[in-house]
């Protein structure tokens, strides 16, 4: 579909383009394109965020209730009926460290997802860069993931567990956490109009993941042989990375920051091109 | 009349779209169609070979019968679709005027919709913020503006859609079918704004049923049929040419003579 012909089309001033194949120099365009258009990202963000909660009685106490609700009932059952032994930390602020930035990839994949096909009306009206749907649902959620820091804030308090110097991290390990949740919703928002079945692919796949990463549990208890397949998750990288900062006082462990780093670079990299390659063909597959 | 000036604003070089028919959707009916080498459903052509230049400072209307191309074609301008084969340039900052309000989100007030759908548009937030009063001045909303949309009937909610398109300073206005919005009086207002466009120069395509306001607006228009291109010249002889084509239709002949597609009937998303 992409004929030398269409190669050819110029690209000019004042409309955003669309129609093109990609290479290196699109990228750059498309970034710029991305950046122009920061204010419109944002105004989408907020509209998320107001729109979520407008209609509800406890409004933004929403993004609470579900965390915290989360987190007695696994302590529950994980500490008290199957007694899982995390040295260092209680139980709920183990789980804790790890659920929310579990709840902020998992999320951010299920509204990104839809968040192009939710937008079927704007879609096939006018021309924006589309990257802003899916980028715009995962930024509403760092909004959530802001507030649910409250009750991490609220549990180092009550057991008395206070971040030393290490904490400084959070910030950096959650940028690579940021664009490796961002490189994988991209594709899959571009797909989700083309298979309805991708939504529910999505689901599936997030429950089976859940388990497989060291959420409920800590990585020491996962037997040897099966830790290389561990490290090639980057949700257990980064879950563990951010136990050890803020748990354990320690600096991540380098050699699989770079790792983690790797991965989500790479999963940018490929979804961002895989969702533009895929771009012009939005507004036909609504 | 402005003069049109030499430049130009939107050129379709050979342009055709493909779009399939809707059948396969899930993986269940795709990937069999994948393992038997078929593709998922025939073609259709909504456009065939269509080549046309409309000048800066231009109105042009497009006319033709249901799922004749031309949303297709408006579509293309807004930059929304790719084309299937050819070219399309397009060299302004479009604002379409197609079903106001679609980024309107039900849940939030008129002054944060109008804010969400002018950057939607392309507007800064410095450039919404000056044109605001103007803006809610137009659409007659000044009681409304911290109501939720969704509580504001069918006619204020396009007035708003239709006044923060036309305030956002396009080169080039994409028109469709919207000149009926609200009210009479809101009617002969939003006109009057797209008269005052054509004097500023502003590049406007026109698409309509009724080809009155064709002839009012354009002084040369273009006529699909069959996602072909008829005719296209000065809108009197355009417009003579459509009525013929519906009054061929209505006796029962076939189609125009000049469309080679066979496949009957109009577009779905038409």
């Given at each position: 579909?992409?004929?030398?012909?269409?190669?050819?089309?110029?690209?000019?001033?004042?409309?955003?383009?669309?129609?093109?194949?990609?290479?290196?120099?699109?990228?750059?365009?498309?970034?710029?394109?991305?950046?122009?258009?920061?204010?419109?990202?944002?105004?989408?963000?907020?509209?998320?965020?107001?729109?979520?909660?407008?209609?509800?009685?406890?409004?933004?106490?929403?993004?609470?209730?579900?965390?915290?609700?989360?987190?007695?009932?696994?302590?529950?059952?994980?500490?008290?009926?199957?007694?899982?032994?995390?040295?260092?930390?209680?139980?709920?602020?183990?789980?804790?460290?790890?659920?929310?930035?579990?709840?902020?990839?998992?999320?951010?994949?299920?509204?990104?997802?839809?968040?192009?096909?939710?937008?079927?009306?704007?879609?096939?009206?006018?021309?924006?860069?589309?990257?802003?749907?899916?980028?715009?649902?995962?930024?509403?959620?760092?909004?959530?993931?802001?507030?649910?820091?409250?009750?991490?804030?609220?549990?180092?308090?009550?057991?008395?567990?206070?971040?030393?110097?290490?904490?400084?991290?959070?910030?950096?390990?959650?940028?690579?956490?940021?664009?490796f949740t961002l490189g994988?919703?991209?594709?899959?928002?571009?797909?989700?109009?083309?298979?309805?079945?991708?939504?529910?692919?999505?689901?599936?796949?997030?429950?089976?993941?859940?388990?497989?990463?060291?959420?409920?549990?800590?990585?020491?208890?996962?037997?040897?042989?099966?830790?290389?397949?561990?490290?090639?998750?980057?949700?257990?990288?980064?879950?563990?990375?951010?136990?050890?900062?803020?748990?354990?006082?320690?600096?991540?462990?380098?050699?699989?920051?770079?790792?983690?780093?790797?991965?989500?670079?790479?999963?940018?990299?490929?979804?961002?091109?895989?969702?533009?390659?895929?771009?012009?063909?939005?507004?036909?597959?609504? | 009349?402005?003069?049109?000036?030499?430049?130009?604003?939107?050129?379709?070089?050979?342009?055709?779209?493909?779009?399939?028919?809707?059948?396969?959707?899930?993986?269940?009916?795709?990937?069999?169609?994948?393992?038997?080498?078929?593709?998922?459903?025939?073609?259709?052509?909504?456009?065939?070979?269509?080549?046309?230049?409309?000048?800066?400072?231009?109105?042009?209307?497009?006319?033709?019968?249901?799922?004749?191309?031309?949303?297709?074609?408006?579509?293309?301008?807004?930059?929304?679709?790719?084309?299937?084969?050819?070219?399309?340039?397009?060299?302004?900052?479009?604002?379409?005027?197609?079903?106001?309000?679609?980024?309107?989100?039900?849940?939030?007030?008129?002054?944060?919709?109008?804010?969400?759908?002018?950057?939607?548009?392309?507007?800064?937030?410095?450039?919404?913020?000056?044109?605001?009063?103007?803006?809610?001045?137009?659409?007659?909303?000044?009681?409304?503006?911290?109501?939720?949309?969704?509580?504001?009937?069918?006619?204020?909610?396009?007035?708003l859609g239709f006044s923060?398109?036309?305030?956002?300073?396009?080169?080039?206005?994409?028109?469709?079918?919207?000149?009926?919005?609200?009210?009479?009086l809101f009617s002969e207002?939003?006109?009057?704004?797209?008269?005052?466009?054509?004097?500023?120069?502003?590049?406007?395509?026109?698409?309509?049923?009724?080809?009155?306001?064709?002839?009012?607006?354009?002084?040369?228009?273009?006529?699909?049929?069959?996602?072909?291109?008829?005719?296209?010249?000065?809108?009197?002889?355009?417009?003579?040419?459509?009525?013929?084509?519906?009054?061929?239709?209505?006796?029962?002949?076939?189609?125009?003579?000049?469309?080679?597609?066979?496949?009957?009937?109009?577009?779905?998303?038409?």
């Amino acid at each position: 579909m992409y004929d030398e012909r269409m190669r050819q089309t110029i690209r000019v001033a004042g409309r955003d383009h669309i129609g093109t194949a990609l290479r290196i120099p699109d990228f750059v365009i498309s970034l710029a394109n991305l950046w122009h258009r920061r204010e419109l990202l944002w105004n989408m963000t907020v509209r998320h965020l107001r729109g979520q909660y407008k209609q509800s009685i406890l409004g933004y106490a929403w993004a609470l209730v579900m965390p915290l609700a989360q987190m007695l009932i696994m302590t529950f059952v994980f500490s008290t009926i199957i007694r899982i032994e995390t040295p260092g930390a209680p139980f709920a602020l183990f789980l804790f460290v790890g659920l929310l930035p579990w709840n902020f990839f998992s999320t951010s994949l299920s509204a990104g997802t839809d968040s192009v096909v939710g937008a079927s009306s704007l879609v096939t009206k006018v021309y924006f860069p589309r990257e802003i749907l899916p980028t715009a649902a995962i930024f509403t959620k760092v909004a959530d993931l802001l507030f649910a820091s409250l009750i991490l804030v609220g549990l180092m308090v009550y057991y008395g567990h206070a971040p030393t110097e290490t904490v400084v991290w959070v910030p950096l390990l959650f940028l690579i956490q940021f664009l490796f949740t961002l490189g994988l919703t991209l594709p899959l928002a571009a797909l989700n109009l083309f298979f309805h079945d991708v939504r529910y692919l999505v689901g599936v796949a997030l429950t089976l993941w859940f388990y497989l990463t060291p959420i409920l549990y800590p990585i020491d208890i996962v037997p040897d042989k099966y830790q290389t397949f561990f490290d090639l998750n980057p949700l257990s990288l980064f879950i563990n990375a951010y136990r050890r900062v803020l748990l354990q006082d320690e600096s991540p462990d380098f050699g699989k920051m770079f790792l983690g780093l790797g991965i989500s670079v790479a999963t940018l990299l490929v979804g961002y091109y895989l969702f533009k390659k895929m771009e012009p063909g939005f507004a036909d597959r609504i | 009349m402005p003069t049109a000036s030499d430049s130009v604003a939107i050129e379709f070089r050979n342009v055709s779209k493909r779009f399939m028919l809707e059948e396969g959707r899930s993986l269940r009916e795709f990937i069999p169609a994948l393992l038997k080498g078929t593709g998922w459903s025939d073609p259709f052509y909504a456009l065939q070979d269509v080549s046309f230049t409309i000048r800066q400072g231009e109105s042009v209307g497009i006319v033709g019968r249901n799922g004749s191309g031309k949303s297709t074609t408006l579509k293309l301008i807004a930059g929304v679709m790719a084309p299937s084969e050819g070219e399309v340039h397009v060299h302004g900052r479009v604002s379409p005027l197609i079903e106001l309000g679609a980024g309107f989100h039900p849940d939030l007030t008129g002054r944060e919709n109008v804010y969400l759908n002018a950057s939607i548009l392309g507007m800064s937030g410095k450039a919404i913020r000056g044109k605001f009063d103007d803006i809610v001045d137009f659409a007659e909303l000044w009681d409304f503006m911290d109501t939720p949309v969704k509580r504001y009937s069918s006619g204020m909610y396009m007035r708003l859609g239709f006044s923060v398109a036309v305030h956002s300073d396009p080169d080039i206005l994409l028109v469709d079918e919207v000149l009926a919005v609200g009210d009479a009086l809101f009617s002969e207002k939003c006109l009057a704004k797209i008269r005052e466009f054509q004097k500023k120069g502003v590049t406007i395509v026109i698409v309509s049923h009724s080809p009155d306001t064709t002839k009012n607006f354009c002084g040369r228009a273009v006529l699909l049929d069959h996602g072909c291109l008829v005719e296209e010249g000065r809108a009197h002889s355009v417009i003579e040419h459509y009525w013929q084509l519906v009054h061929r239709e209505e006796v029962g002949a076939t189609a125009s003579s000049q469309s080679v597609t066979a496949v009957p009937g109009s577009l779905p998303n038409q």
